[in-house]
Each structure stands twice: as C-alpha cells, then as structure tokens.
C-alpha cells in the first residue's frame, strides 16, 4: 500500500524552530550537572565533540532524507536500503524508545509547574500538558508549527537573557583545574550531553511536510544544530564561571542555582519560565515525529492501515492519538 502522501505545509523558518524544539529540551538543564562531576569545565569540550558527533549523524539523516523523501525517518530508510525486515525493526525499536519522550516531558513539565505554582498537583498538570500536546498536533502540522515557533523563540530569548545576567559575574577562576577527569573524563562527558542534542533528526522525519526539502531540510537541520550548540556553550560558560564545577555538580538544577546565587529574581523566572517552555516544546515535537512513524507504518500496513488515514487538511491525527494513548506514555503519566 502506497498510501496518501502528506502534504508540504512547513517553510525554512518553521522547520528550524521544529528541529529547535526537538533539541532544546530537558537535556541540557539535567546533564550539565552530572557531567560538570565527570570532566569539570573541560565538559566545554564535551559538549564541541558531542556537537560534531550530531553534525555528522543529522548530515546523514538529510541525505537520506533527499534521496527518499517520505515521512517515517529511520524505518522509511531502513525499509528502503536493508530491506522491509529492518526498516519495520527500526519503526519498533523507534516507537518503543521514543513513545516515552511526550510522557517523560508532560512529567517534566507537570514537576516544573508545581514547583512554581503549587496549587496544580503536578500529575494533574502533567496530564493537561500531554493533553494540549496531542490536541495541537492531532490539529494539523500547521497549528502546532505555530506554537513551536512562537515557544522556541522565547525559549532562546530565557537562555540569551540567563546568559545576559550571568556573564558579568563571571570568574574565569572557577574554570581552573580545567579538565579534573582528563581525556578519559571528557570522552564519558560527552556520552552524556549527546543527550542535549538528541532530536536533530526531527526535520529528516517529517520531510514530506517540507516545502522544498531538498534545500530546507540540509539548511534548517544545520541551523538548528548551530543554534543549540551557541546556547549550551553560553549557558555552560555562564554556570561553571560563576558556581564553578563542584557547585554545577552537586546542584540538582544548575540554572536556577546561578541565578540564585546572584540573587536575582528576574533571573529565576526567566529560567523556570524557559524551563517550561522548552520541556512543553520538546514533548510537542517529540509526539509530531513519533507520529509521523506511526503514520508511515500504517501505510505499509505494518501497523493498522487506519493510521495512514488523513483527516481534514490532509492530517494523520489518528496515529497521533495512536501514540499519544499507547501503553508506555499511560504508564509514564501514572507514575
């Protein structure tokens, strides 16, 4: 089965802030800490080299991406050159690593809010956060586009702005022992702030809904990229010059402990507000490309052919509910 193509909806801006939404997640307000322990300030040059590794590997992902232009990212392309057997393993082993991600940021972000606003128990607010999330991309591309770009944009200007207060404080003192764990420490380091670059391959995923994917997907996939390293090297440059690495590692959130340590309440909103803004954005992207799976599947009739059915304005909202409700994202919100 063929199935219905989707329909391009998505221009250049649109696809860098949905690869932005997709990266600038949780990760790099939970892995600087534990990774400041490992390698201490030399975690900069993690952080370049888990960068580089991304590059290489999203390079990769758009290649493909232009010789077979179908929505469904790496099963699409492992049914095309390994054959249907791997394409439909890497569609499973894809849906069951990432069909966590919506739920684990709904949590995040349901953990964030309360902790702001204790009036909403955060299981409460974490089940309306996955709510909205499956009601703006079971919406259409378009609606939720909309949204990513307008949060991903204020989620840059919180982490240019904690950057903003923090730099002037800076001690460049805090940064000496530089590398504590050597080049041992720095390579295990890096294992862990790939973690703040993971979803550079969203755009990839979604390429029927790219206009011109050819020059926009290559284009937006090494925007965002760039985009992401600048801030987290301006964000790790800003905690370690000012709580040094012993301080970035034993604090649970790094970002507001700067800030705190400054005494600046602006400084604190700005981080909890951006907090919120970039786990609610990457648990959007996160059910868009996990959907568009989904929907490839069903088209090939790995997965039941009602999912590759497409609603008003050409939308596939069925796989989007399909795995917004599948076991492992109901068992992350009862947690």
């Known amino acids: 089965m063929d199935g219905t193509r989707l329909r391009p909806q ?40 888990a960068a580089f590794v991304a ?4 390079l990769s992902s758009t290649q493909l991406a232009a010789v077979f232009p179908r929505s469904g990212g790496t099963y699409e392309f492992g049914r095309h050159m390994l054959g249907p057997w791997a394409g439909y393993l890497a569609g499973w082993m894809f849906l069951t690593a990432n069909t ?42 378009k609606r939720s586009a909309r949204v990513t770009d307008i949060v991903v944009i204020l989620s840059i200007v919180s982490l240019l702005a904690f950057a903003v207060i923090g730099l002037p404080h800076a001690q460049m003192s805090k940064l000496s022992p530089f590398a504590i764990g050597g080049i041992g420490g720095i390579l295990r380091a890096t294992g862990l702030l790939f973690f703040a670059y993971t979803g550079y391959s969203r755009i990839a995923t979604l390429v029927e809904e790219v206009r011109n994917p050819k020059r926009t997907i290559p284009v937006a996939t090494i925007t965002a990229l760039s ?3 600048v801030l987290y090297l301006l964000v790790a440059i800003t ?10 590692s034993k604090s649970a959130s790094p970002l507001e402990t ?6 600046s309440t602006l400084g604190i909103i700005i981080i909890a507000t951006g907090a919120l803004l970039t786990t609610f954005n990457e648990g959007l992207s996160d059910l868009l490309g996990v959907s ?17 059915k497409l609603g008003k ?23």
């Open 10 to 49: 998505l221009g250049m801006f649109d696809a860098i802030s949905t690869g932005l939404a997709a990266i600038l997640g949780a990760g790099i307000f939970a892995v600087i800490a534990p990774a400041a322990g490992i390698a201490g300030p030399a975690l900069l040059i993690s952080l370049v080299i």
């Open 55 to 58: 590059f290489c590997n999203a």
């Open 292 to 308: 568009r799976v989904a929907f490839a599947m069903g088209r090939t009739t790995d997965l039941p052919q009602v999912l590759a």
């Open 100 to 141: 966590v991600g919506p739920g684990v940021s709904a949590l995040v972000f349901g953990g964030y809010l309360h902790a702001v606003w204790n009036v909403i128990p955060a299981r409460t607010a974490a089940v309306l956060a996955a709510s909205v999330m499956m009601g703006l991309n079971a919406g259409g591309i």
């Open 313 to 335: 304005g050409e939308n596939p909202w069925r796989s989007v509910v399909f795995v917004n409700f599948l076991p492992f994202d109901r068992d992350c919100i009862n947690r």
């Open 239 to 248: 905690t370690l010059a000012i709580l040094g690495a012993s301080g970035v």
């Open 258 to 263: 700067t800030m705190t340590v400054l005494d």
């Open 227 to 229: 985009t992401a390293v």
